[in-house]
T-cell receptor, first 112, second 114 residues
Framework: AQSVTQLDSQVPVFEEAPVELRCNYS??????LFWYVQYPNQGLQLLLK??????LVESINGFEAEFNKSQTSFHLRKPSVHISDTAEYFC??????????FGTGTSLTVIP | SQTIHQWPATLVQPVGSPLSLECTVE??????LYWYRQAAGRGLQLLFYSVGIGQISSEVPQNLSASRPQDRQFILSSKKLLLSDSGFYLCACRQSSSYNSPLHFGNGTRLTVT
């Protein structure tokens, strides 16, 4: 089975500063990677996904993630965070099966 | 696009009482359906998933059960709730026709067992 590790459970960062949320997965062939965001008392929303092709994927709100096969990582980055980015972020992986594997989440807090 | 309806949004139930949470999906046919539980401050735990009507896979032994009576309906049940069943329950779906399609989540049900 796959496993996903999010190394940082909490990340505080000042507004307009850059941020990186780390995600590593266990090695496997044909993995597909996702980042989800969860605001308080809501479900998870898809932020971005890597399926194939370019290893750098972007979301509409300025986040980006880079698939690094040799390091089995899919870190999420944003060059300048806003207060509204405060949320829980989950990394997830699936393969050709029916199951998704989620990390334990990283709580991002943007400080004014 | 897919829309997932979950209800109720919040629920307070006494220990030993039964439970029924319902999830329905619009905008897709023959989806894969999932129930996750999220305990306070923790990650997601997969409880059940279903690839078709009447087909349920259980990931964690517990006093919960799931059923899929219709293609786009997924129900989570318990005969007798425990305190440890408290949490945030999320229903999710995925297009079965594409093995790399993402999960889409409902807005969740917050269950408090007292």
């Amino acid at each position: 089975a796959q496993s996903v590790t999010q190394l940082d459970s909490q990340v505080p960062v000042f507004e307009e500063a850059p941020v990186e949320l780390r995600c590593n997965y266990s090695s496997s062939v044909s993995v597909y990677l996702f980042w989800y965001v969860q605001y308080p008392n809501q479900g998870l929303q898809l932020l971005l996904k890597y399926l194939s092709g370019s290893t750098l994927v972007e979301s509409i709100n300025g986040f980006e993630a880079e698939f690094n096969k040799s390091q089995t990582s899919f870190h999420l980055r944003k060059p300048s965070v806003h207060i509204s980015d405060t949320a829980e972020y989950f990394c997830a992986v699936t393969n050709t099966g029916n199951q998704f594997y989620f990390g334990t989440g990283t709580s991002l807090t943007v400080i004014p | 696009s897919q829309t997932i309806h979950q209800w109720p949004a919040t629920l307070v139930q006494p220990v030993g009482s039964p439970l029924s949470l319902e999830c329905t999906v619009e905008g897709t046919s023959n989806p894969n359906l999932y129930w996750y539980r999220q305990a306070a401050g923790r990650g997601l735990q997969l409880l059940f998933y279903s690839v078709g009507i009447g087909q349920i896979s259980s990931e964690v032994p517990q006093n919960l059960s799931a059923s899929r009576p219709q293609d786009r309906q997924f129900i989570l049940s318990s005969k007798k709730l425990l305190l440890s069943d408290s949490g945030f329950y999320l229903c999710a779906c995925r297009q079965s026709s594409s093995y790399n399609s993402p999960l889409h989540f409902g807005n969740g049900t917050r269950l408090t067992v007292t």
